[in-house]
């Protein structure tokens, strides 16, 4: 089945510091991925959409100029935390939807990164 | 607005059957999928459902009713490795993801 990775699995980081995490589609292309947050005995939260070549699309309440998503080519996305504060500190999943796939159009979820701010 | 919902938590013995039910009202419909999700990892696929009817998949079905609006998981021969989160979830008309708050399921020995 299709693969997406995540990097960090988990990553600690001072209160005002940038964390930039990485999003892959290891064996497909993925035209759209997704970026979720989700607090502990929560369900899923999207936060955007993103669109290889184009601008992603942020929900509403979430900050683009705190959360800046880069999809610069069909197997990559990067989300990166900036100025992070100890309330951004949550699980962050990425997924990937495969580009030309059937209207089936699984997403497939990447491993999850864990952001601790102090 | 969209609406998914679920049972907070449901407690089964293993060996047993177990039946999660989840209800919707979105803005269109585009499929249903149930994810399995253990606590601080990322969602596993279970099921996708667009027809009416009932999906089996080994030891997992899932049943799917547009015309109500509901969709069931249903787990047998449960082992204690199923205890996990169960989360609904449907593809509205814009091919967004609508996201249960997920059931969280006990397997009791």
């Known amino acids: 089945g299709a693969v997406v990775s995540q990097h960090p699995s988990w990553v600690i980081c001072k209160s005002g510091t940038s964390v930039k995490i990485e999003c892959r589609s290891l064996?497909?292309?993925?035209?759209?991925m997704f970026w979720y947050r989700q607090f502990p005995k929560q369900s899923l939260m999207l936060m955007a959409t993103?669109?290889?070549?184009?601008?992603?699309?942020?929900e509403q309440g979430v900050e683009k100029d705190k959360f800046l998503i880069n999809h610069a080519s069909l197997t990559l996305s990067t989300l990166t935390v900036t100025s992070a504060h100890p309330e951004d500190s949550s699980f962050y999943i990425c997924?990937?939807?495969?580009?030309?796939?059937?209207?089936?159009?699984?997403?497939?979820f990447g491993p999850g990164t864990r952001l601790t701010v102090l | 607005g969209q609406n998914i919902d679920q049972p907070t938590e449901m407690t089964a013995t293993e060996g047993a059957i177990v039946q999660i039910n989840c209800t919707y009202q979105?803005?269109?419909?585009?499929?249903l999928f149930w994810y399995q999700q253990h606590a601080g990892e990322a969602p596993t696929f279970l099921s996708y459902?667009?027809l009416d009817g009932l999906e089996e998949k080994g030891r997992f079905s899932s049943f799917l009713s547009r015309s109500k609006g509901y969709s069931y998981l249903l787990l047998k021969e449960l082992q204690m490795k199923d205890s996990a989160s169960y989360l609904c979830?449907?593809?509205?008309?814009?091919?967004?993801?609508?996201w249960g708050a997920g059931t969280k399921l006990i397997i009791k020995p």
């Open positions: 997924s990937a939807r495969q580009t030309g796939a059937s209207s089936y159009n699984e997403q497939f």
């Open positions: 459902n667009v």
């Open positions: 993103s669109n290889e070549g184009s601008k992603a699309t942020y």
């Open positions: 979105t803005s269109g419909f585009n499929g």
């Open positions: 064996d497909f292309q993925a035209t759209t």
């Open positions: 979830a449907v593809r509205d008309s814009n091919y967004q993801l609508i």
